[in-house]
């Protein structure tokens, strides 16, 4: 089997084995909060328009935890022709695949609160006609004659 057919088998290994632990729901309760966090961090600083500058990071998250996924797949892989028992990559992996995809989550929903509660630009200053300094200059406060 070739590295794509046995990284997408061991996707489908993995998630029958989450909801085995948790159950249905909670299996797609966990996924469905990693892919809001992945999408919060990227898409969603297209909500207003500053976020994108004030967080330009946060286009960067799917594509690290895409390179994050394939690299440890690539460690497990490489576990298993070692000779590893499979059992325990398993389980070693599966925790690991979990805290990074939680970590890049976080790291998603962190980047766009930051660029939500971060300040908008100030408008720049249009150019307000200013009277020259030869110009008369009248007091209100002062009495008049």
């Excluded at 088998?9 to 998630?15: D, G, I, P, T, V």
């Excluded at 989450?18 to 729901?25: H, K, Y």
């Excluded at 976020?51 to 797949?73: D, H, K, Q, R, Y």
Aim: include cysteine.
């Amino acid at each position: 089997m070739s590295f794509i057919d046995n990284f997408f088998s061991e996707l489908a290994a993995r998630r029958k084995r989450l909801r085995g632990v948790v159950g249905d729901r909670g299996q797609s309760f966990v996924e469905l909060l990693i892919l809001a966090g992945l999408v919060l961090g990227s898409i969603g600083l297209y909500m207003r328009d500053w976020m994108a500058a004030a967080a330009p990071w946060g286009f960067a998250i799917p594509f690290v935890f895409a390179a994050g996924s394939v690299l440890l797949e690539l460690r497990r892989q490489g576990a298993l022709r070692a000779g590893a028992d499979q059992e325990a990559v398993a389980k070693r992996y599966d925790l690991l695949v979990m805290v990074w995809s939680i970590g890049c989550a976080a790291a998603g929903a962190a980047t766009f609160i930051f660029a939500l509660l971060a300040e908008p630009a100030p408008p720049p200053k249009e150019n307000i006609w200013q009277p020259p300094e030869s110009a008369v200059m009248f007091d209100l406060n002062e009495p008049s004659r």
